[in-house]
């Protein structure tokens, strides 16, 4: 076992745990770790279609709101790949997503705390610390000892129903799109399963290459319609850590229902793309007014068949409780994502949490996870935080207040400011 006690240990590296090991690195003499399974660092890459942005601005970078004169921070990025100016005359607050992924994997070959190809599989207590077990690429296993933990393993595809007996270059989900997009463009006959904005992007990088491919191509909602995303300034404001301090105290109950109400402002599709596509839509149909398109909301899908070389897809018009089937090639399903918790979680840390129902498990205002014997191990978390901390458990900027809070938590005192007070609104 390497004796070495560590200050934190951080599972998992994406954009979260990467600004946490970016601010510890500047500001703090705290000893840290962080593991990640994956041989390298890169953000959504099935997902990255050219052309696509960011949904929030650059100043969500790593650092800015933690630090603004950070050597991480988006800008000085630019300034080192002598792309300043450029972005200067681009004229957009939103950073293009495949220019963020690049972005990241320069910060974190700049930290020498970030240790890829290395999986945690085991955590365990040792004497008021957490052992934990790590292998890496060549099966070989160590173990590390560190006062706190910070888990960071972002989320997985929820898929709704399970794929396991389809071919993955047949029917998969969203995040995998550009992995089996030469495959996809072969069929005659594609459908998209989603309402949120990768199914749009899909939709509209898919409708461009029809003409060169002549597939049909169908949308299918279960939400009432196509929602653009409210970008209101006053109505952005609840992605504001003022905002979540005030959601937090809420009992959770409450919680639960405010999540609800503020959907408008946390789902849907930028208007951008939506207005990209009507203008695609519009276009095409001048010359070609059958288009091979077909978009319906108000419906879900209940199962997939599969059936000589084809599948039926088993739909449900909800709102008239009428049902049919489609038959397609292709299935892209842009269903979203649920918390990805490691089964050493659910094995030696879950039962010892507080929970606030059955699956959620109860997180202090600084992102601690609460221990039923009152034990002061400190276990952060940057997983499933929706119930506890609303609008800012997967919003990249206030991913960066929740930094802050960690490192000051962990050292005692203000070592980071945090941007509170500032807003317009009262919560």
């Known amino acids: 076992m390497n004796e070495t006690i560590y200050d934190i240990i951080g599972i998992g590296i994406g954009p979260y745990n990467l600004g946490l090991a970016a601010l510890i690195d500047e500001q703090t003499e705290l000893h840290a770790l962080f593991?990640?399974?994956?041989?390298?660092?890169?953000?959504?890459?099935?997902?990255?279609?050219?052309g696509t942005d960011l949904q929030v601005s650059f100043l969500a970078d790593l650092t800015t709101f933690a630090n603004p004169k950070s050597k991480y921070t988006y800008l000085n990025y630019l300034h080192t790949k002598n792309r300043l100016y450029p972005f200067?005359?681009?004229?957009?607050?939103?950073?293009?997503?495949?220019?963020?992924?690049?972005?990241?994997?320069?910060?974190?070959?700049?930290?020498?705390?970030?240790?890829?190809?290395?999986?945690?599989?085991?955590?365990?207590?040792?004497?008021?610390?957490?052992?934990?077990?790590?292998?890496?690429?060549?099966?070989?296993?160590?173990?590390?000892?560190?006062r706190n933990i910070v888990m960071g393993t972002g989320a997985k595809p929820n898929t709704v129903l399970d794929l396991s007996a389809f071919p993955s270059h047949d029917v998969h989900h969203s995040s995998q799109y550009l992995y089996h997009k030469e495959d996809t463009i072969k069929a005659n006959n594609i459908t998209i399963i989603g309402s949120?904005?990768?199914?749009?992007?899909?939709?509209?990088?898919l409708f461009k290459n029809q003409d060169d491919c002549h597939y049909q191509l169908s949308?299918?909602?279960?939400?009432?319609?196509?929602?653009?995303?409210?970008?209101?300034?006053?109505?952005?404001?609840?992605?504001?850590?003022?905002?979540?301090?005030?959601?937090?105290?809420?009992d959770y109950s409450t919680r639960?229902?405010?999540?609800?109400?503020?959907?408008?402002?946390?789902?849907?599709?930028?208007?951008?793309?939506?207005?990209?596509?009507?203008?695609?839509?519009?276009?095409?149909?001048?010359?070609?007014?059958?288009?091979?398109?077909?978009?319906?909301p108000l419906t879900s899908l209940e199962a997939i068949e599969s059936k000589n070389g084809h599948y039926l897809l088993n739909m449900q018009?909800?709102?008239?409780?009428?049902?049919?089937?489609?038959?397609?090639?292709?299935?892209?399903?842009?269903?979203?994502?649920?918390?990805n918790i490691p089964e050493w979680f659910n094995q030696k840390i879950a039962p010892l949490m507080v929970y606030e129902d059955q699956n959620r498990f109860k997180v202090s205002e600084d992102h601690q996870l609460i221990f039923?014997?009152?034990?002061?191990?400190?276990?952060?978390?940057?997983?499933?935080?929706?119930?506890?901390?609303?609008?800012?458990?997967?919003?990249?900027?206030?991913?960066?207040?929740?930094?802050?809070?960690?490192?000051?938590?962990?050292?005692?005192?203000?070592v980071y400011q945090r941007q509170t007070g500032g807003i317009f609104t009262s919560f």
């Open 35 to 50: 593991f990640e399974q994956n041989d390298y660092l890169t953000w959504h890459p099935g997902m990255l279609i050219n």
């Open 88 to 146: 200067f005359f681009y004229h957009q607050f939103e950073i293009p997503r495949q220019e963020y992924d690049a972005y990241l994997s320069w910060v974190a070959k700049q930290l020498s705390s970030c240790q890829f190809g290395h999986q945690v599989t085991n955590v365990e207590f040792v004497n008021d610390l957490y052992r934990i077990e790590v292998k890496d690429n060549e099966s070989k296993t160590r173990h590390f000892l560190t």
């Open 196 to 205: 949120g904005q990768s199914a749009a992007e899909i939709f509209l990088d």
């Open 219 to 250: 949308w299918f909602t279960r939400s009432p319609g196509h929602v653009q995303l409210d970008h209101s300034k006053l109505g952005q404001e609840i992605f504001s850590p003022d905002y979540v301090k005030y959601f937090h105290q809420l």
């Open 256 to 296: 639960t229902k405010a999540l609800e109400q503020l959907a408008p402002l946390r789902n849907g599709v930028q208007k951008d793309t939506l207005h990209q596509i009507y203008h695609e839509l519009y276009h095409r149909s001048i010359n070609e007014p059958n288009l091979a398109v077909h978009i319906q």
């Open 317 to 339: 018009q909800w709102q008239q409780g009428k049902s049919f089937s489609w038959k397609t090639n292709k299935i892209i399903l842009a269903t979203g994502y649920k918390p």
């Open 372 to 414: 039923k014997d009152g034990s002061n191990s400190r276990f952060y978390t940057h997983t499933n935080l929706e119930h506890s901390h609303g609008s800012s458990a997967t919003n990249l900027g206030l991913a960066v207040d929740r930094n802050i809070q960690i490192i000051n938590s962990i050292m005692g005192k203000e």
